[in-house]
T-cell receptor
Framework: GAVVSQHPSRVICKSGTSVKIECRSL??????MFWYRQFPKQSLMLMAT?????????EQGVEKDKFLINHASLTLSTLTVTSAHPEDSSFYIC???????????????FGPGTRLTVT | DAKTTQPTSMDCAEGRAANLPCNHS???????VYWYRQIHSQGPQYIIH???NNETNEMASLIITEDRKSSTLILPHATLRDTAVYYC??????????FGAGTRLFVKA
């Protein structure tokens, strides 16, 4: 299957600082990228959807000024958590999607996740 | 996305087939059934998807009922590494994927 990478895999930062997480599709061009957040023992929660060159669409309850998403190319999206606080500590996962080579259906692949701890 | 219903958890003996059911009785004609799994502290992994016909790949088989209201994911020879949360999702594709609670599969030696 297609490969999606995330960097860093783990990050610890102090309260009030900003953290940038990168998401790359390594062997395909992604039409759309998604960002999820997952708290312990919970399912993934979609935060936002982004298309290359367009502004991200945020889910209800997600602060767009706090979670800045930049989708500069078809292979790279970044999530910046601004002025991070301990409650932002979570597992952040990106995914990238494309239409299959056969053109018959849509495929979506996920990154390995980034564990953010805010102290 | 059509709502899907899955059992909260299941057990399976190592080496045996694991059959994970999913109910999607309100699925529309253009919605696919996708299966993903998440091993602890990792990102979700795509397994398989289908529209009407049964599908098989190197990881699993997907059996979709004729009326498309339910499906079963089959892991033919479960191993301990298959212990994970399995998510069944129905959507049209090309759009956001919303995750439910999934089924926690425990493969036991």
């Amino acid at each position: 299957g297609a490969v999606v990478s995330q960097h860093p895999s783990r990050v610890i930062c102090k309260s009030g600082t900003s953290v940038k997480i990168e998401c790359r599709s390594l062997d395909f061009q992604a039409t759309t990228m998604f960002w999820y957040r997952q708290f312990p023992k919970q399912s993934l929660m979609l935060m936002a959807t982004s298309n290359e060159g367009s502004k991200a669409t945020y889910e209800q309850g997600v602060e767009k000024d706090k979670f800045l998403i930049n989708h500069a190319s078809l292979t790279l999206s970044t999530l910046t958590v601004t002025s991070a606080h301990p409650e932002d500590s979570s597992f952040y996962i990106c995914s990238a999607s494309f239409i299959s080579r056969a053109g018959a259906s849509y495929e979506q692949y996920f990154g390995p996740g980034t564990r953010l701890t805010v102290t | 996305d059509a709502k899907t219903t899955q059992p909260t958890s299941m057990d399976c003996a190592e080496g045996r087939a694991a059959n994970l059911p999913c109910n999607h009785s309100t699925i529309s004609g253009n919605e696919y059934v996708y299966w993903y799994r998440q091993i602890h502290s990792q990102g979700p992994q795509y397994i398989i998807h289908g529209l009407k016909n049964n599908e098989t790949n190197e990881m699993a088989s997907l059996i979709i009922t004729e009326d498309r209201k339910s499906s079963t994911l089959i892991l033919p020879h479960a191993t301990l590494r298959d212990t994970a949360v399995y998510y069944c999702i129905a959507n049209t594709g090309g759009f956001k994927t919303i995750f439910g609670a999934g089924t926690r599969l425990f493969v036991k030696a």
